[in-house]
Each structure stands twice: as C-alpha cells, then as structure tokens.
C-alpha cells in the first residue's frame, strides 16, 4: 500500500473522529429530536442563503421539506475534469444530515453540501437499482434495450457508455463496487471490462462484510473481510493515484451497496446508535461508514492537490425502503418502488472547488439521465447521440433558472418484459406539474399534482386542471411512442 494512502487514512480518520465530536452530542442520535425540531424553525431562505454565503452549516439545518434555489456560480468551467460519480443503494431522499435526519450521520456528505452544489428536486430515472444503473451508463432510459426491473435488467452492450465515451477521449476509467446490470461469467456475460472500464474491482450484485464475489480486472479475490465501503474506495484511490502518476484525467464511478440489506455495520460504526434496535443500528452504522469512506476520499484528493478540479457528483440509485422506522423520504409519498416523489426523488450533491466557487441550492429539476450528457459537455466531446436527460452545465454556470425540458419515467414492479407502447405506470415530470398515468386492461387513468405546492402528492388536480393534463399527456404519449419504436427496432 502507498504510503501516501496511508497517510491519507490516517488523516481522515483524525478528521471524522474530530468532525463526529463536534457534530454529535453525548447523547445518541434518538435524543436529538428536541434539536432538530429547533432547527427546523429555521426558514428555507435563511438557510439557502447561509449556504451560498458559505456559513458553516450545521447537519440538520436544512429543512425537510422543499430547500430552494440560491444560484450562484463561475461563467467558466475547467475544461477536461477528473469525475467521480458516487451512489449509494435505496438512501432515500431525506436520509442525511443536511436534510435533518433524526438518525443518520453524514458528516463528510453535509460538508459536501456546504461546499458545492445541492439539488433538493434530483431524480433516479427507476424506483429500482439496475435501470438507474443503465440510465446513468447510457443516458438512455432502459426501456429503450428492455430493462425494465432488477430481474433480467443487463446493459445492452451496443450501447455506447459514458466510459467508452471517456476513454475514447483519454480518460483512464474505473469501476469500483456493485454492477448489477449484468453477470460476470457464462455466454451473456457483461462486465464493467467489456463496458469501458480499464479497471474494475467490482461485484455482481449488492455486498456486504464477508463477501467473497468480488472480481478485480476479471479475476476473483478472497472475501472481504473490512468494512465494504472503506473498501471499494481504497480500490477506487489505488487506481486514482497511478493515473496521477501518469498524468491522465481519470473516471471513476464508485457503488456502494450501502445501506442495502443485508445491513452489517463496522462496530465502530454502530457505536452512535446503541439506544436503536439492532436493525437500526447496522442500518445507520452502513450509512456512517459509507460517508466515513467519503471522508478518506476527499481527504486523499486534497492531499494529492487534486481536488481543485475533481469532481464528486453523489447520488442514490432509488428512494428509501422505508424498513427502519424512520422517515427516509422526509415526508413525500411511497418509497422504493413506487414512481410517487419518495420512490425516486433522491439526495444528490456535486462538489467541485474550480468549477463550483460558490456554494449554492437549486431546486431545478434534475436526474440521472442528465449525467451523462452533462460529463460529454465538461469533458468537451461532442457525440451527436439521442439521449433522454439534458447536459446540466449551464446550471453549473448559473444559467439555467428552469428546465427546458420534462423528465420521463416509466416503471411496472415485476413487468420483466417489454411487449406494448402502452402498457404500466409512467409519469412526466414537466415541473411543477407531475403527471402519473397508469394503462391497465380498465383503461388509462391519469392523475397530476403541482409538486410546488403539494410535494407530498395528496391533492388530484386532472379533473380540474383537463388542459394541462392534456397537453403533457400528449407530449408523455409521443415519447412511448419513440421508446417503444427504439425497443421494437433493435
């Protein structure tokens, strides 16, 4: 192991224990509720706007529901930047400390927050992990190549990924964490190596401590027997620093499989949760742990003076599971699984100190469909693709105030097979207006909600707003037509 690495653990460890002291009391996490009430007096505004002005923001300033735009930002980005993109697995929207979580401890991620860039309206394209997965490949919604849930779903290697894209251009890529969109051995075989990813330390699917599936560069390794997330991302800056050395940008797309089931957290982890229940404990002990690896990642990019122009985009691949009892949504409807705001609206962060120079919160509507658009325009390629999601860059820049397009969803729990234009649950997302449409052999149901005004989706405008559900049906409509059309011509 380098020693640099090494010194970099040792820093951040100095770092999380200094930064977990002072962002936790002596009492545990279930005894803070009286805080975080006090704190949610706080009004949106004010808090927005400490952020911008780069106050240091306590975890549970933000308020829960709806955070709003302060933009603010440079008319130039750096050109060519490393990137990392980082997910996590079912942490619903409201599971951080920066969105007042009764539990959960995020220290490096709220520090993130307060440095970069937060989306309070971001999206995962599928209430569910692999079509999130291929939509941030491909920048394609995953009906288009019939992946339509968990069972079955694995990239369509005809696809052109973002990696490809990026190593095409001199990127060195990387993969480090759950795949999940395809097997690692037999006749359909589809890696991370055959996907653009010079490197890859991967597993096929979630993993936990003990886990013996996973494969480095198409060769199995013994179990892993240290906490998973510390793992990967000790792979991830192994293969950060010989790019270094090397002088090339590099890609790195790290997936952790926290805090998905099974849950079986460090000790040192579950530690600030001993009042909760067992389950809750390895729960938040997961998430913990993940963001402790967050930390040895930052520390080591601003060790290796990198950091500057890397950039760390974080998201989560679905909304919570809702199996602990705490509020993972932070008061939206349905939760992983469902296409109501719970079920896909995620937490999602970008860090990136040369690019982002002010610290700011949009409540623009974005998704993972716009990664991949939005990492071609930074890396400054010009690939003429049909892609679903839209480059984000202007906003970086502070140029976009609204978006100029809808995002579409189109999910069925269990519909493994694509077999008509209309068929499931989709809905068209043409803020602030949210349209919900559901085709069963009864027929099409349609429903829409003003998400500015009602986030939680409790009051059902079609019948009184027949115009505008009419007009986005009809849009909604056209574009099955164009996914069915490029499913059914493969």
């Known amino acids: 192991m380098h020693k640099s690495y090494l010194f970099c653990l040792c820093l951040s460890l100095l770092s999380l224990f200094v930064i977990g002291c002072s962002n936790r009391p002596d009492t545990p996490p279930a005894q803070e509720q009286g805080r975080v009430e006090t704190e949610q007096n706080r009004t949106v505004t004010s808090v927005a706007t400490e952020i911008a002005q780069g106050t240091d923001v306590p975890p549970t300033a933000v308020p829960i529901i709806e955070p709003t735009a302060v933009v603010a930002a440079p008319s130039e980005l750096p050109a060519r930047p490393n990137i990392i993109l980082l997910m996590t697995d079912d942490q619903g929207w409201g599971e951080t400390g920066y969105m007042n979580h009764p539990h959960a401890l995020t220290p490096n991620l709220d520090q993130m927050a307060a440095n970069g860039l937060v989306f309070t309206h971001f999206y995962a394209t599928a209430p569910i992990c692999s079509p999130t997965r291929v939509s941030i490949l491909t920048g394609r919604h995953p009906y288009r190549t019939g992946c339509m849930d968990v069972m079955g779903c694995t990239l369509d290697t005809t696809e052109i990924t ?84 090397a002088d090339q940008p590099f890609f790195a797309v790290i997936w952790y499989a926290a805090p998905h089931t099974p849950w079986d957290a460090m000790p040192e982890d579950k530690a600030p949760f001993a009042d909760l229940s067992e389950d809750a404990q390895n729960y938040y002990g997961e998430l913990y742990g993940m963001d402790r690896s967050l930390g040895l990642l930052r520390s080591a990019l601003q060790e290796w003076g990198i950091a500057d122009n890397t950039v760390l985009w974080f998201n989560s691949d679905n909304g919570a599971a809702n199996r602990i009892p705490a509020d993972g949504v932070a008061g939206l409807s349905g939760q992983k699984g469902s296409l109501q705001e719970g079920g896909i609206r995620v937490p999602a962060v970008i860090e990136w100190p040369s690019g982002i120079t002010s610290r700011f919160v949009t409540d623009t509507p974005a998704g993972t469909l716009d990664i991949y658009p939005t990492l071609l325009e930074l890396a400054g390629i010009e690939s003429g693709l049909a892609l679903d999601g839209i480059s984000l860059v202007p906003l970086l820049k502070g140029e976009m105030e609204t978006r100029p397009v809808p995002i579409p969803f189109w999910y069925e729990r269990n519909l493994l097979e694509f077999t008509a234009q209309e068929l499931g649950t989709s809905v068209w997302l043409d803020y602030p207006y949210k349209l919900h449409k559901t085709v069963t052999a009864e027929g099409t149901h349609y429903e829409l909600y003003d998400l500015a005004a009602d986030p939680a989706e409790q009051n059902d405008l079609a019948a009184q707003e027949a115009e505008i559900v009419n007009r986005l049906a009809a849009a909604q409509t056209a574009w099955q037509a164009d996914v069915w059309q490029d499913f059914t011509s493969r």
Request: glycine content about 12%; charged content about 20%.
């Open 162 to 245: 973002i990696a490809q894209q990026l190593q095409t251009a001199g990127y060195a890529t990387g993969h480090f964490g759950k795949w999940h969109i395809g097997r690692f051995g037999g006749r359909n075989a589809v890696t991370p190596g055959m996907s653009g990813f010079d490197t890859w330390v991967s597993a096929p699917r979630f993993f936990d401590i003990g886990d013996d599936t996973f494969v480095r560069n198409g060769t199995s390794i013994p179990p892993i027997e240290i906490d998973t997330s510390e793992f990967i991302v000790t792979e991830a800056l192994q293969f950060i620093e010989e790019n270094m050395a």
